[in-house]
């Protein structure tokens, strides 16, 4: 894990950038992808929600009740059922792209035009962003 500086526009332009985007959520999906046979099931993808964070609360809310194994479990069930837009009880790379897209661009939205910075973990999505804009800018 790394501290770093990013906008919603860092992750934009990595979004924008069909190949650096594409070639990240093929990576990320053959590694996810634990027995080869392209398609990710729950438990497969399960690893790569939870590295999302969505459940992690900010400082000032650490007196608030956490939830319950079953709430979490709804929540990651929720997500997974997001990625499968087929119901098919699995997760093609198409699904996945879709998604990540999606995701990627609420994450961008949310942070809107002024830099925060982040914990981001090594080879993450929101990592990935960051080295292709260092590598923009250094050109």
Not at 100 to 115: D, F, K, Y
Request: hydrophobic content about 40%; charged content about 30%.
């Amino acid at each position: 894990m790394s501290v770093e500086m990013l906008d919603g526009a860092t992750i934009l332009n990595f979004i924008e950038d069909e190949n650096a985007f594409n070639s990240t959520i093929e990576a990320r999906f053959a590694n996810l992808d634990s027995d080869g046979n392209g398609r990710l099931t729950y438990a497969e993808l399960v690893k790569e929600l939870m590295s999302l964070r969505i459940l992690e609360l900010p400082f000032e809310s650490m007196n608030e009740p956490s939830l319950s194994h079953d709430e979490i479990a709804n929540v990651y069930r929720g997500l997974f059922e997001r990625f499968d837009r087929d119901g098919d009880g699995t997760v093609d790379l198409e699904e996945f792209k879709v998604e990540m897209r999606e995701v990627m661009l609420a994450v961008a939205s949310g942070l809107g035009s002024l830099p925060v910075q982040m914990v981001v973990e090594e080879g993450s999505f929101l990592k990935r962003a960051i080295e292709k804009e260092l590598a923009s800018t250094s050109l």
